[in-house]
């Protein structure tokens, strides 16, 4: 999470300097028309002119096509990514590092840098800058980014019984759209904060191998399944849109609240049964339950059915959301375990934007494999899932309070994982756990 927010803070500043410049052209008080026109004027004229005027530094994405305005945040970013890349080694080491500790999965009792470095390589915008919304104030792009830079990541992994292993990340691919916000501001340098974030859609691609330094991966049993699923966890769960990171520059006071994600309603789910589920088991049925979240660092879990492949549980949860337009309820179905790790039934998901607000809705899923299908070979039938589902919009009143509440949860669950009833924050919870609000099973 840390690598691709400091990398795209790189890019952040680049943009920046020219949505600021749009602003400057485009929203001047009235007091300043006699200043606007002659920006107006200065807008007209030519590369050449510009130069003369400016010098060889202007940028010459300010009237040229959009090839020509990537082609010169690529050429900045070159020049600016050794100091991004320092800035952002230090940044990660004091941010990521307690993110790393905080997302840890059970087996795992330490997961923290060994060595951290960016390389040389600077991140690429490939494609086109897309403005998806300007407006007086504002300016949303979507940014399409690729890095398949040089870094050196050495992660020290310590687990029960087992000496800290230095397990090195290689070959590290990223394929993502970045979506950046700019507020806009009338004095130099024109933008007082910046919110990125990645979009779900295309899917971000982060690929990378993993090495042990000295060592084998088989000293800790499951140990790249677990790094994966943690950077898998930390990315949707803290970059990926709707959630997103706020930076506030130019050390401009600004309020950024309204930037920042806010829950915006609850979906009161019902899990209520499933039918013909995929029995795991060689003697006997398998023991089901589901886990279900919006948010993986709110997931919340049925009771397990003993011995059965057509149970009922009718058990009633709240979890928030923060974007009705492009989250989604993910149900996931477990064949509980008591020696080995719990098998995947089935998994699916519920689009947000499916519901009408404040009217219940009985609903039928089926389930897959896996929710990416296209990297699936056994795509056999795994059942279904019976839900009734009610969302429900917050209102301004409702927002505060669930806001609140939300901070209380996450205390909560670090103080449970503090006490060992859950061995990472994002464990899924249920009722035993005697917690009730949102995101808690009721």
């Known amino acids: ?48 002119d510009m130069k003369r005027i400016c010098g060889e530094s202007i940028p010459e994405w300010i009237s040229f096509p959009v090839y020509e305005q990537v082609k010169w945040l690529n050429k900045l970013l070159s020049k600016l990514w050794p100091y991004v890349a320092d800035a952002a080694e230090v940044i990660i080491k004091e941010s990521v590092e307690p993110l790393l500790e905080e997302y840890r999965p059970p087996g795992i009792t330490s997961l923290k840098f060994r060595k951290l470095s960016l390389g040389t390589v600077a ?35 310590e687990a029960a019984l087992v000496a800290s292993i230095p397990i090195q990340l290689k070959d ?66 803290m970059l990926q ?24 309603g609850k979906v009161i789910v019902t899990v209520v049964k499933a039918t013909n589920l995929k029995n795991m088991e060689l003697i006997g049925k398998s023991d089901p339950y589901v886990v279900l979240h919006i948010r993986p ?24 959301a923060e974007d009705k337009e492009t989250q989604s309820v993910v149900f996931e179905v477990f064949d509980k375990d008591n020696i080995a790790q719990d098998k995947s039934l089935g998994v699916t998901k519920l689009p947000l934007i499916d519901l009408e607000a404040d ?26 899932l019976t839900l009734r589902v009610l969302y429900h919009e917050f209102s301004k009143e409702e927002q505060v309070v669930a806001v609140e509440e939300e901070k209380r949860l996450l205390e909560a669950r670090k103080k449970l994982k503090e006490a060992g009833v859950i061995g990472s924050t994002m464990d899924a919870l249920d009722g035993a756990v005697g917690l009730v609000g949102s995101g808690v099973g009721l």
């Not at 990398?7 to 600021?20: C, E, P, Q, Y």
């Not at 009235?30 to 002659?38: E, F, L, Q, Y």
């Not at 011995?307 to 928030?320: G, K, M, V, Y």
Request: aromatic fraction near 6%; charge should be positive; hydrophobic fraction near 45%.
């Open 1 to 48: 999470m840390g690598l691709i927010s400091g990398m795209v803070l790189g890019i952040a500043f680049g943009i920046s300097l020219m949505a600021g410049w749009n602003y400057m052209m485009r929203y001047r008080s009235t007091s300043r028309v006699a200043k606007a026109v002659d920006i107006k004027l200065l807008s007209s004229l030519t590369r050449e």
């Open 123 to 157: 991140p690429k915008i490939e494609g086109r800058i897309r403005v998806q919304s300007l407006k007086k104030g504002q300016i949303i792009m979507d940014i399409d980014l690729r890095w398949g830079g040089d870094p050196s990541i050495i992660l020290a992994v």
């Open 172 to 237: 590290l691919q990223v394929y993502t759209v970045v979506r950046a916000i700019f507020q806009l501001a009338d004095e130099i340098p024109c933008v007082s904060a910046v919110v990125v974030a990645l979009l779900a859609e295309p899917k971000p691609r982060i690929e990378y191998t993993l090495k042990a330094v000295g060592g084998s991966l088989t000293a800790i049993p499951g140990i790249s399944d677990m790094i994966d699923d943690t950077v898998k966890t930390i990315v949707t769960d």
């Open 241 to 264: 849109w709707p959630h997103r990171i706020v930076v506030p520059i130019g050390g401009i006071p600004v309020d950024t609240s309204e930037l920042e994600l806010k829950p915006v």
């Open 297 to 320: 660092l709110f997931k919340v879990k049925t009771k397990v059915v003993d011995n059965d492949l057509n149970p009922s549980w009718n058990q009633t949860f709240e979890l928030i």
């Open 359 to 384: 009217k219940e809705r009985e609903i039928e899923l089926q389930l897959m494999p896996a929710l990416d299908m296209l990297k699936v070979k056994d795509k056999k039938d795994r059942g279904s």
